[in-house]
């Protein structure tokens, strides 16, 4: 087992059963040990060079892109204007394909126009019917609370003196104007008796 | 005049596919290096979850297989070693996984082999490997994450670090799965003595 300070217990913690010859945890750990250290096969550096020149006499490529990756046949330059060229050209043809494509729905699906609530534009009563002719239904209203403005009982004596000295300082004002009073005809008078 | 001043001097020019063919060369023989290097690490790794040389052999080879397919990305990486067991550990878990459906292969016969044959008997190492043989199974009975952090717990020469590394977890995980996993393992055994 791992001697450093990693186990966080200690070897042969658990007493050891009859049976095995050493304790539960040494058991254990010995053959994790065996197992770990286990002889490793000669030649298998050489079978692993081997396999792996086998899988590759030039070595793997390291793994590209697929897409647009079809094999050139012959040599790439004797294609017209050389592969990349045709592979730019396919990339394109796909992408204004797809491009044109999603143009072409989006013009032929119809787009909601602006938000306008049509109202049903009201029908006559239909011959035999009910109408309400033209009442319209008033909703009750209530009576909205009455403000009663303050009435100011109480005046300041500077305000009455004021008043009071100001009508005696004023001069002869003509005397109020006495009831009109409408004559009426005495031989109305008399022969009302 | 030097190559580098006849290069600047624009009288000597170093095609691209020459470029690309010395940096090949240098790939491959960082890749050669890393197998010599790491190629019996590599090995035990994968013999402690498949326990079956050839299959271990095989897991070795799938493994340098992708590292060739990742070979221009070999500077990139940091550790070598962990890296390397890090992929042949996927090989592995992708193996073991496969093989769930296949029968099992004979643990027993494989452990004898690998055990040390000096100074014990015949029966001595037939005792032995079906010892060992008992103490793995119940391993396998683990569940997978504190199974993991045991395996990789035995080579000495993977640190705790490390061993988060290839697991992709933290330290303090390993700790934790490493402790559950040492207490499940006295527990079973414990249960199998109790029936024996």
């Known amino acids: ?25 040494a058991s254990l750990d010995d053959t994790l040990r065996l197992v770990a250290h286990a002889p490793v096969p000669a030649g298998l550096k050489e079978r692993v060079h081997a396999s792996l020149m086998e899988a590759a006499p030039h070595g793997v490529a390291p793994r590209r892109a697929r897409i647009l990756m079809w094999p050139a046949s012959g040599d790439p330059s004797a294609i017209w204007m050389g592969n ?94 006495a009831p009109i009073v409408i004559a009426q005809p005495v031989s109305a008078v008399a022969g009302g008796k | 005049m030097s190559t580098s001043e ?42 402690s979850v498949l326990r079956n040389p050839a299959d271990a052999e095989d897991a070795v080879q799938e493994a340098f297989l992708r590292v060739l397919r990742h070979r221009h990305t070999l500077h990139e990486v940091r550790d070598h070693r962990v890296w390397l067991i890090r992929i042949v550990w996927n090989v592995v878990l ?65 640190s705790s670090v490390e061993i988060a590394s290839v697991l992709g977890i933290t330290e303090s995980s390993v700790r934790s799965r490493l402790f559950r996993a040492r207490n499940l393992m006295a527990e079973l055994l414990d249960h199998a003595r109790s029936l024996r």
Request: aromatic share 6%; net charge positive.
């Open chain 1, 84 to 177: 990349g060229w045709l592979r730019t050209a396919a990339a394109a043809a796909i992408v204004f394909v797809v491009a044109g494509g999603g143009w072409g729905m989006y013009q032929r699906v119809e787009r909601p126009t602006a938000k306008v609530i049509v109202m049903p534009v009201a029908q006559p009563a239909t011959s035999g019917g009910f109408s309400s002719a033209g009442a319209i239904r008033t909703p009750q209203t209530v009576k909205g609370p009455v403000v009663m403005q303050p009435v100011t009982k109480t005046t300041s004596k500077k305000q009455t003196r004021k008043k009071t000295s100001a009508r005696l300082a004023a001069p002869s004002q003509p005397a109020a104007q």
């Open chain 2, 94 to 158: 992708d193996r073991k996984r496969r093989a769930k459906t296949r029968p099992e292969t004979d643990d027993v016969a494989d452990l004898a082999r690998v055990l040390p044959s000096s100074g014990l008997s015949a029966e001595e190492i037939a005792a032995a490997a079906q010892h060992h043989a008992h103490v793995l199974a119940c391993v396998d009975k683990l569940p997978p994450k504190e199974r993991e952090v045991l395996l990789l717990s035995a080579f000495e020469e993977l």
């Open chain 2, 6 to 47: 006849a290069i600047y001097a624009g009288w000597m020019e170093i095609s691209d596919s020459a470029v690309e063919q010395a940096r090949m060369q240098a790939e491959d023989t960082a890749l050669a290096a890393l197998i010599d290097q790491y190629s019996g690490t590599l090995y035990r790794v994968a013999f």
């Open chain 1, 1 to 25: 087992m791992n001697p450093t300070p990693d186990n966080p217990l200690p070897s042969g913690a658990v007493p050891a059963p009859a049976s095995f010859p050493v304790s539960f945890p």
